[in-house]
C-alpha cells in the first residue's frame, strides 16, 4: 500500500540529536486512486523517519511495514 505525505516542520528532539516532522496531510493509492487518510493519524505527533511513519502506518491498517511504502510529496 503507497502513502504519499506533505511533512510539517517540527522541533529539536532530545532523542536524535535532529528534528521531527509532523504529517500535514497524507493520502493512501490504490486501484481508485488516492484517498485522504489524514483524519486517521495524530498531526500532532513528531516523527523522527519516514520509516516510523511507516511503521505507524502499517500498525493502523493491520500490514506488515513491508507491505507499506511511504513518500513524500514535494
Known sequence: MLFEFTRRDGAP???NDG???HVD???R???AGSTDVS???DKS???HSSR???WHLAERFG???SAVAVREAH
Open 39 to 41: 483524519h486517521l493519524i
Open 52 to 54: 516510523e511513519l511507516r
Open 19 to 21: 528534528t521531527t516532522f
Open 45 to 47: 505527533y513528531g516523527y
Open 63 to 65: 500490514l506488515t511495514p
Open 29 to 31: 493509492y490504490g486501484e
Open 25 to 27: 496531510q497524507i493520502n
Open 13 to 15: 528532539s532530545v532523542f
